[in-house]
């Protein structure tokens, strides 16, 4: 009699999955996501492309603070910098669009560097602060040199024709921010399986027992912060190119906070819980809209006049009550229910 699952080869250890059900639920939900922006109205097409672009920044956000236990606050600042680096490369200089991107993932990696030699011997709430001084430094490095990055005035940006292939329409544009999230996503789950991704959550769990195994802490940091930079980066040349408009004024604090809130809420260290953070925190204003239009047209009216404190004060409620009372986030709400359901009905 089976006693439980095992992995008994090579071939099924270094696999996503082995599961031909997952797989065809995968396959269920990629054609699903294709599908759904030739039938969404514009106001939803435009959410599903920013819960892709979110995703992206998340994503990159997990492999530093998810995997390496390294707080940031930069977050704003390393995708600002990717917005930048794609618009002068396109609008100004008017390069390739793909080196564009590639720019944009490369500035903000290589920024990262400077940011990360200094911070490698800090840790918490020092790192922390670190790196928002860095995304504020960013933002008046950026307003000072107005010949090459126009200022306060900002940058007009169009959407790229890559391979002949014009993403200049919402349903293109969405596609393409779909296929880089897709893109993100299976680059990160490949590697935190691999030699690298081990090393980095064995730093997390405890830097003095890596260093003992032999993990250089310093090569193993900085590669978290490059590569975390890198792929935040091109998150922040999607957000200019959807936004149409890159200025600083765009890329405000608040989404570096709402960056750490997609990870609380959908489970730190999780590149699932990456995902189901990003599209909980960008419906949640809608979802609170909804709730406060029930109240009154009055009611709403005035809600709607602090859209944006009343946005900040939403996120902290939400990551309060995720942190009382469902620590593993959206991920472990998940795993309960599979859980409840494998085991039903000898689940208690």
Excluded at 111 to 129: C, E
Excluded at 137 to 152: K, W
Aim: charged residues 10%.
């Amino acid at each position: 009699m089976r006693s439980g699952y095992f992995k008994e080869t090579i071939g099924q250890q270094i696999n996503l999955t082995d599961s031909h059900l997952v797989r065809a639920w995968l396959a269920v939900l990629a054609v699903a996501l294709i599908a759904a922006p030739f039938f969404l109205n514009p106001f939803y097409l435009s959410l599903l492309t920013i819960i892709a672009i979110t995703s992206v920044g998340a994503l990159g956000l997990n492999v530093l603070t998810g995997w390496t236990g390294l707080i940031s606050l930069g977050h704003a600042g390393f995708m600002v910098l990717g917005a930048y680096a794609y618009a002068i490369a396109t609008s100004t200089w008017k390069l390739d669009p793909l080196i564009g991107l590639l720019l944009a993932g490369l500035v903000p990696a290589a920024a990262s560097i400077i940011v990360g030699i200094p911070s490698l011997r800090l840790t918490g709430l020092y790192l922390a602060i670190t790196t928002l001084a860095f995304a504020f430094i960013i933002n008046h490095l950026i307003l000072e040199f107005d010949g090459l990055t126009r200022g306060a005035r900002g940058i007009f940006v169009t959407r790229p024709t890559i391979f002949g292939i014009s993403f200049k329409s919402d349903i293109a544009f969405a596609l393409l921010c779909l296929f880089f999230a897709a893109l993100t996503l299976v680059a990160t789950l490949n590697l935190r399986r691999s030699r690298v991704g081990r090393a980095l959550v064995a730093i997390r769990d405890n830097d003095i027992a890596a260093r003992v195994m032999g993990i250089d802490l310093r090569a193993y940091k900085l590669y978290a912060f490059m590569t975390s930079s890198f792929i935040i980066g091109l998150s922040g040349a999607l957000y200019g190119i959807f936004l149409s408009y890159v200025t600083v004024e765009g890329f405000p604090f608040l989404l570096s906070i709402e960056a750490l809130a997609i990870l609380i809420v959908g489970g730190i260290g999780t590149a699932l819980g990456a995902v189901l953070g990003s599209v909980f925190i960008v419906l949640l204003p809608e979802l609170s809209s909804a709730a406060f239009a029930l109240l009154g047209e009055e009611t709403a009216r005035l809600l709607s006049v602090g859209a944006h404190e009343l946005k900040s004060m939403i996120y902290g409620v939400v990551i309060i009550l995720f942190l009382r009372f469902q620590p593993h986030g959206l991920v472990g709400l998940w795993l309960d229910a599979k859980r409840l359901w494998v085991n039903w009905p000898l689940r208690y």
